[in-house]
């Protein structure tokens, strides 16, 4: 199993007839998937997603995969086909159309209608080129065959690259529920075809490898959901991603069974859901959804709520609900229902947004005390099938932190892939198919670019190193006026802090080590205001750390007296 290694050079050129395959998101992390294809020197991207900030990059809105290595190449990209319309894989296509607005952008009718409001916010009309599963179309070198999966928002794609160097199979994110609620069923049956005229690179899904057996039908949560709108005495609050256009039917059939009204909270939730009924994916019986102003007419028991914020985002409707920031009032009486995931990393957010709601008095049904949620993605067992219906060459798994690379190899290599063609790369890693072989040959820049407001970019590693720094540590700004011709202090520096626990005489002690740098300066003929401006920083930084175990950002001004 080849591994990638920090000492990876720089690419080299791509040999003759190669597939070059380069991902520069989406691999040793949950998001902003990007997979870049070259050949015959032309360029054919797979989803740009973006990424979602962890707690310790405050600040940040979005994260974006880095362009840096397709840049001076915009020309050469021939599309950018993008599997579905989830926003770790289409997020990120706003900020690569804005490098150049006409590359055509590929997608089944739900994703490409998800992705034209998205850019409508940017000011922006794509090239859209609308596939459905079974079309196949050619993108300069590269022949695409586009497949039908199923997956936790509807009309996903996987995408089958025929080029000179081989053919690859790129699942994008999918499960394989033998009764999905749109009776549209990953087509093994194309796995199988593919994997008669042979698979030479096999990308696949890896996010729940881990799992063993197979994803629970989305079917199965029916009796759950159904029950909580039978029985709930008042309100029922449903929060649920505001693509989830599958678990949202159900939740209508429900209430339209149980005689209540719905009501769509939150701009995305409002918006995806009329783009999805429009289109034909949501089936609204008549009358059933309700604008704000009706709602409040119903009486309690009559009433549905759904809206976002399932993953205790903080400015989403639930987590505002849950802090008495929003105009709809939780109380005792009322049911909340998280019909989602525990995404890693924000457990304690959405264990926060539960203790909010039922401290107000709701009862609250999630995954950890309902069946209210199955997974979007394969698990091990469906993995396998798939693995020995292909029968790939090569296998490189896409989609998920190392663990679940890993265990995805481990699978691949378990059904009888060769241990040397199961390749594990990470976000930048270039990974070439020449003759029928996968191999690790190289990597490229793939740096976190962080959105923050309308900077793209602006804030870097050492930035936010500062704003943790700052949230943790505090800040002190020293004031110090120095005599240009004695280099000493013309009077006591003034100090501020801000986040640093202080009182009236906490800074007294510091005063003689300024004095005492400035004297050492002094002597040594260092004069220059930034110069002093480091060393009393320096000097400060140190004091702190001695006498109060912090590190504060230090700001010193230095003033010529």
């Known amino acids: 199993m080849s591994h990638p290694h920090p000492e990876l050079k720089a690419a080299p050129p791509l040999p003759d007839g190669g597939l070059r395959v380069t991902a520069l998101g989406g691999l040793g992390e949950i998001g902003r998937n990007m997979t870049v ?70 997608g089944s009718k739900l994703t490409l209608a998800f992705l034209e409001a998205k850019l409508k916010e940017h000011g922006i009309r794509p090239r859209a080129v609308r596939v459905r599963e079974g079309d196949r179309r050619g993108f300069g070198p590269f022949d695409c065959e586009f497949v039908a999966v199923n997956h936790s928002i509807p009309d ?67 009796p759950a959901i159904e029950q909580v709108l039978r029985t709930a005495p008042r309100r029922v609050i449903v929060s649920s991603f505001a693509s989830h256009v599958h678990r949202i039917q159900q939740v209508l059939d429900a209430a339209h069974q149980h005689g209540r009204k719905v009501a769509f909270v939150g701009r ?39 809206c976002t914020g399932s993953q205790g985002e903080p400015m989403a409707a639930l987590s505002r609900m849950a802090n008495r920031d929003h105009a709809i009032r939780i109380g005792k009486g009322d049911t909340v229902l998280l019909a989602s995931s525990l995404i890693p990393g924000n457990e304690n957010a959405i264990y926060r947004v539960i203790n909010g709601l039922t401290r107000w008095g709701a009862n609250v049904v999630h995954k950890g005390n309902a069946k209210v949620h199955v997974s979007g993605h394969a698990s091990a067992g469906e993995l396998v099938y798939c693995y020995n219906i292909v029968r790939p060459r090569n296998v490189m798994p896409v989609h998920g932190e190392f663990r679940h690379l890993r265990a995805n190899a481990d699978l691949a290599i378990r059904t009888g892939v060769d ?101 050492t300066a002094a ?39």
Not at 73 to 99: K, M, S
């Open 523 to 561: 002597q040594e003929g260092v004069g220059d205001a930034h110069q002093l401006e480091q060393l009393i920083a320096r000097a400060v930084g140190n004091w702190a750390f001695r006498a109060h175990r912090r590190r504060p950002l230090i700001i010193p001004v230095v003033i010529d007296a």
């Open 419 to 519: 241990p040397e063609r199961v390749v594990i790369a990470e976000d930048g890693v270039v990974v070439d198919l020449v003759d029928g072989r996968a191999s690790i040959v190289g990597k490229v820049p793939a740096g976190n670019v962080y959105v923050d407001g309308m900077e793209v970019g602006g804030a870097t590693e050492a930035s936010l190193k500062d704003r943790v720094t700052l949230a943790q540590e505090g800040v002190i700004t020293v004031v110090a006026l120095v005599d240009a011709d004695t280099g000493a202090l013309a009077e006591a520096p003034d100090f501020l802090a801000r986040g640093f626990v202080h009182d009236e005489s906490t800074f007294e002690p510091v005063i003689p080590v300024i004095e005492k740098t400035l004297a």
């Open 156 to 222: 996903g794609l996987a995408v089958a690259l025929r080029t000179r160097a081989g053919l690859v199979l790129h699942t994008g994110d999918f499960k394989m529920d033998q009764f999905p609620l749109d009776d549209r069923i990953t087509d093994l049956r194309a796995f199988a075809r593919l994997g008669e005229e042979g698979v030479d690179l096999f990308l696949t899904d890896s996010t729940n490898a881990e799992v063993p057996g197979f994803t629970t039908s989305e079917r199965e949560l029916n």
């Open 268 to 306: 995305s939730m409002v918006r995806n859901m009329g783009i999805a009924r429009d289109l034909g994916y949501l089936k609204v019986p008549s009358g059933l959804v309700v604008n704000a102003k009706e709602l409040e007419k119903l009486p309690d028991h009559r009433i549905t709520l759904v």
């Open 37 to 106: 294809f070259e050949h015959a020197g032309k360029l054919l991207i797979v989803d740009c997603g973006v990424l979602f900030p962890e707690e310790n990059q405050p600040g940040v809105d979005v994260i974006l995969p880095d362009f840096t290595s397709i840049r001076d190449r915009l020309d050469d990209i021939v599309a950018v086909v993008l599997t579905h319309g989830h926003e770790d894989h289409i997020g990120g296509v706003p900020y690569l159309l804005r490098e150049r607005r006409d590359i055509p952008v590929v």
